[in-house]
């Protein structure tokens, strides 16, 4: 697909660019270019980087005035531009989006680009990876010398003066393509250049329109009028699980498209979720681009030079989706806004939420957070006239929302060497009797997540980390969950040599399946988790199997808390809610409520009304106790006062600085010269430096640093005037600044 370059600035003199790299500097380098080559902000091109190429773009564009001051002499000692790639450029707003964001997460310039770029190292190759182009034959003059049976077919069937494709021709007329290649090659025929099908097809925003309820249709009208106003908003969408969010921002997506205009939908795992992608294509008629890891090559080509042209309409998408050129995005929609796997921990660390508010600021366009569950940060900035507030109180269709209860371990224990506790087994075998599902939720991956001897006390823990290896007894395999490490599990300890001695502690969603075989016998059980082998499509063909009710008992974690529609499953039991509350993260109850709500909330969608029961040891705990009561507003205003009063975000700013190294003493003395150098002032707190709850990584040691300050303060300059100060630290040392973490590992 060829892309229109922008006339270069006038300019009497040679002309000059700098360009942005995609590595870890904060600068652009100056390059000349060759005469006859015109450049413009935003081209994507082929430079000399030492002794070898690189990708990168066009930052800034000086000519008449930099030939003027620099002369010829200053130009002909730059290196020159090697070519431009046949790419979409970066427009002016994603340039000022990126300069944002490297401002922001204290990130190098070069990795913020690196975000949004999309050519091989090389350039080259990027015309490859678009559609070939597509050929047709047509009529083209007198009939052939020769006239057979098969090519009187073939001109019979082309008769009308259509186009077709050869292969479709040959088809058509029953011959070989072959016949169709002599009829060329007499001129009966001409090949013809065709356009190129579209990557998706273009959502139709009248295809067939929801019957909404009274409240839906109003909220959904409100939407509506955000996407006409043309300009920057932002708007949190809150309704009670089942209450029919998806629907009504549909009608905000179909309002952007009436305009002619684009539209973004950001989801946590967009690559797991058939069924939305399903509604999207009943609502619109076709289904919307889709933007994550597994899509790749030519398709991940095309679909982003279609956001940059514009012909892709509607791209739903991971968070790398916000980083697309769009050429006139109207609406960002950020589904599940509380949920966690927004956070990129990993080089330019941002939080994907957000990005998306000011990616909408840089767009002139409507952002709206959606959710059953919303972060703090969302609900203070909605409560405070920051966002706009709109609520959906009700489940669609009248249906009520799960009665949930507790199940007290005190008094109710598992039996020995087993999890689940005789009432959530009676209730089970309810549920399964009157033909329902029923859903088993455990967050641990895995078969158990310690393995120890009996018999000298020996624990597998990885070597390149500081955890323990979680037992995967489907693989026979012993999994560090941090950084991939994988060793089989032995028959004998390595320790001291007995056999028959290796016990797995506590469970995981194998051991609960085991279980469940035991306890259930004959049902159909379904293990639903992210490191299930067969990938995100197996599990897209797992959840689509639940939805039709061809499981009995579903086990899962957190993958199945995430928006999914089980039309049968009526029972939701919680295997161990205090999980996520014992350890001394801030988000901690934030994060077990949004769980234990989403979760509990898979209960009771369809006709049948749905019940939760929550094992738990601490059924007082505040957080149990809001679930419980289905008091959501005195959870979220308690957990506010505490935040408030503790000037945590989104009352205050924070800032992790992890010090890292292959060397232990060498990472904490360095984390200890940077302490010493903060000189913090008054209402800035520097806490640490500590070793980090996860010590080490893939065999770095690491050493964590705390900033505390007020909302006001202007923490970006404060932290980049400190690192300046700070003593320089060997390369194999790393410094990595997480402005506004949401982990404190």
Not at 163 to 183: K, M
Not at 230 to 256: D, Q
Request: aromatic fraction near 6%.
């Amino acid at each position: 697909m060829n892309h229109p370059v922008p006339p270069a600035p006038a300019s009497d003199g040679p002309q000059i660019v700098d360009v942005l790299l995609p590595v870890a500097l904060d600068r652009a380098y100056s390059y000349a270019v060759p005469e006859g080559m015109a450049l413009a902000a935003g081209d994507v091109v082929r430079v000399p980087l030492g002794k070898r190429e690189s990708v990168g773009v066009v930052w800034a564009v000086r000519g008449e005035a930099m030939g003027r001051t620099m002369g010829e002499e200053a130009h002909g000692r730059l290196r020159h531009v090697i070519g431009r790639i046949d790419v979409p450029p970066y427009g002016e707003r994603l340039r000022a989006f990126l300069d944002w964001i490297a401002w922001y997460t204290l990130a190098p310039r070069g990795l913020a680009m690196k975000l949004a770029l999309r050519v091989p190292d090389g350039g080259e190759d990027h015309a490859r990876m678009l559609e070939p182009p597509r050929i047709g034959v047509r009529l083209a003059g007198a009939p052939p010398r020769r006239m057979t049976p098969a090519r009187a077919r073939v001109l019979a069937t082309i008769r009308d003066g259509h186009t077709f494709i050869r292969r479709d021709l040959a088809h058509e007329a029953g011959v070989s393509t072959s016949v169709i290649d002599g009829l060329v090659d007499e001129g009966a025929l001409e090949a013809v250049p065709l356009p190129p099908l579209p990557v998706v097809l273009p959502p139709d925003p009248d295809f067939a329109r929801a019957a909404l309820s009274d409240a839906q249709h109003s909220v959904a009208q409100a939407l509506c009028d955000t996407v006409r106003e043309g300009a920057f908003s932002v708007t949190l969408l809150e309704g009670v699980t089942g209450s029919g969010k998806t629907e009504v921002y549909f009608e905000a997506v179909a309002e952007a498209l009436r305009l002619g205009r684009q539209a973004l939908i950001m989801m946590p795992e967009i690559a797991l979720t058939s069924q939305f992608l399903t509604r999207f294509e009943s609502r619109f008629g076709v289904r919307p681009a889709e933007w994550h890891s597994g899509v790749t090559g030519r398709k991940r080509a095309r679909i982003h030079a279609g956001a940059a042209d514009g012909t892709v309409r509607v791209v739903a998408g991971a968070r790398s989706a916000l980083f697309m050129p769009f050429r006139d995005l109207a609406l960002i929609v950020v589904d599940e806004e509380h949920e966690a796997a927004y956070k990129q921990d990993d080089g330019v660390t941002y939080h994907a939420r957000d990005m998306a508010v000011v990616r909408g600021r840089f767009e002139a366009a409507a952002a709206v957070l959606a959710s059953a569950t919303p972060s703090i940060e969302s609900k203070v900035n909605a409560d405070r006239g920051r966002y706009r507030h709109l609520v959906l109180p009700e489940r669609f269709g009248g249906r009520m929302l799960p009665e949930i209860s507790a199940i007290d371990l005190r008094r109710h224990p598992a039996e020995r060497g087993r999890w689940i506790s005789p009432p959530l087994v009676a209730a089970v075998n309810e549920t399964l009797e009157a033909g329902e599902q029923a859903l088993l939720f455990l967050n641990r991956r895995g078969y158990a997540p310690l393995t120890l001897c009996r018999h000298c006390g020996h624990r597998f823990q990885c070597p390149q980390c500081s955890a323990w290896l979680v037992e995967h007894r489907f693989r026979r395999a012993l999994v560090c969950h941090h950084c991939g490490h994988t060793e089989r599990r032995p028959d004998v300890c390595p320790a001291c040599g007995e056999a028959d001695t290796l016990a797995a502690c506590g469970p995981g969603v194998e051991r609960l399946a085991e279980e469940v075989a035991e306890v259930f016998p004959g049902k159909r059980a379904i293990v639903l988790s992210s490191d299930s082998p067969g990938g995100a499509e197996r599990i897209r063909a797992e959840l689509q199997e639940v939805a039709e009710g061809a499981v009995d008992i579903v086990i899962g974690t957190q993958l199945v808390a995430k928006g999914h529609n089980f039309p049968g499953l009526t029972l939701v039991g919680v295997i161990d809610a205090d999980v996520g509350l014992a350890n001394g993260d801030p988000r901690a109850s934030e994060r077990t409520f949004q769980l234990m709500q989403q979760v509990t909330g898979r209960a009771g969608r369809g006709e049948r009304p749905g019940r939760a029961l929550i094992q738990t040891m601490q059924p007082d705990h505040p957080v149990l106790r809001a679930i419980l009561s289905g008091d959501g507003k005195r959870f979220y205003a308690e957990e506010i006062a505490v935040r408030e009063e503790a000037g945590l975000p989104p009352f205050g700013r924070l800032a992790g600085i992890v010090v890292s190294g292959p060397d232990r003493a060498e990472a904490e003395n360095h984390a200890r010269a940077l302490a010493r150098a903060a000189q913090p002032p008054a209402g800035v707190a520097v806490l640490g430096p500590a070793e980090a709850p996860l010590a080490m990584i893939r065999g770095r040691h690491r050493f964590r640093l705390l900033v505390r300050a007020g909302r006001a303060f202007d923490l970006q300059a404060w932290l980049r005037d400190w690192l300046a100060r700070a003593p320089k630290h060997a390369a194999r040392l790393r410094v990595a600044v997480d402005v506004d973490p949401y982990s404190f590992m």
